[in-house]
């Protein structure tokens, strides 16, 4: 599963951090394909309450406009200099996930990019991310490393009711990254042991370590670049990453309530609550 179209969504409230501006950079330059930017203008700048008692409200749009406007052109210059291709939409209406979805139709390998932020500020389209129809890279305010760190979650036994294409999807992205990036790559799967099974961990344990290591030896994966983790995954994959630096998260993002378009599995919606890193959405 090779990248081919960048889809980066700025929230015209806060536009981006200097840091999301250099990975964007980083992955285009390494797929050389132009990037399409879509911008939400419709929250604008977040501005005091009192501020309508100070300014005539028209003025207020018409300066917050102009000062889009050149943040664009600020933007495209950017890329330009670095010569880079972009194109910048600028969002209409409430419908991002429709607008997203039509730019990823014409090309199925794309990767939407979105910058995180706190979760008092964070965009509606956060409670939207299983209506997009591509992998959903969130960016957090930590510098990459050199060379990138990446670590994918997978779930060889199919325990949580996830399809098996999931983890190919995650493993398939992670070859590409690894190739394009010089990446170092590693997969994690978490087995939790009831307590009420203590007596039959041992055998818990070799079942997965064992489907585990038939899960690497199918992917090409060395012994160095698998672990089996014990415990609640949204517990123990926060504390891996932090202990070995991981900069980017593969995990796999289901819905998995098919009347709700809002519901995440209960690991990946645990860590985008507070993200322990870059995380990386990937759908079946």
């Not at 992955?27 to 005539?56: C, E, F, M, V």
């Not at 028209?58 to 972009?86: G, P, R």
């Not at 014990?230 to 980017?248: A, S």
């Not at 990946?268 to 959405?281: G, I, Q, V």
Request: aromatic content about 8%; proline content about 4%; hydrophobic content about 40%.
């Amino acid at each position: 599963m090779k990248t081919e179209q960048l889809i980066w969504f700025i929230d015209s409230r806060y536009f981006y951090q200097n840091i999301s501006l250099d990975k964007i950079v980083h992955l285009a330059n390494i797929h050389q394909k132009k990037i399409t930017i879509i911008i939400d203008a419709r929250g604008k700048s977040p501005t005091p309450w009192y501020s309508h008692l100070l300014h005539d409200e028209s003025l207020l749009f018409n300066d917050e406009n102009i000062l889009l406007a050149e943040k664009q052109v600020k933007l495209l210059n950017f890329f330009k200099m670095n010569a880079i291709k972009a194109d910048i939409m600028i969002c209409p209406s409430i419908d991002y996930t429709k607008i997203i979805n039509k730019e990823i139709a014409k090309n199925t390998n794309s990767l939407v990019v979105i910058e995180d932020t706190q979760l008092s500020k964070r965009h509606p389209i956060f409670q939207m991310l299983t209506q997009i129809n591509a992998p959903i890279l969130l960016l957090t305010n930590k510098i990459w490393k050199h060379p990138i760190n990446i670590l994918g979650a997978i779930d060889p036994l199919h325990e949580n009711a996830r399809p098996e294409t999931i983890d190919e999807s995650i493993v398939e992205l992670m070859a590409h990254w690894g190739a394009a990036l010089k990446a170092k790559q590693c997969i994690a799967h978490c087995c939790y042991i009831s307590p009420v099974l203590s007596q039959y961990k041992k055998k818990i344990m070799a079942e997965h370590q064992d489907a585990l290591k038939d899960f690497s030896k199918k992917y090409r994966l060395d012994k160095d670049q698998q672990v089996l983790l014990e415990g609640q995954p949204e517990e123990r994959l926060p504390t891996y990453i932090k202990n070995n630096q991981v900069d980017v998260l593969f995990i796999g993002l289901v819905a998995r309530n098919k009347l709700s378009q809002f519901w995440i599995g209960s690991t990946t919606n645990a860590l985008l609550t507070t993200l322990p890193c870059d995380m990386l959405l990937v759908k079946h």
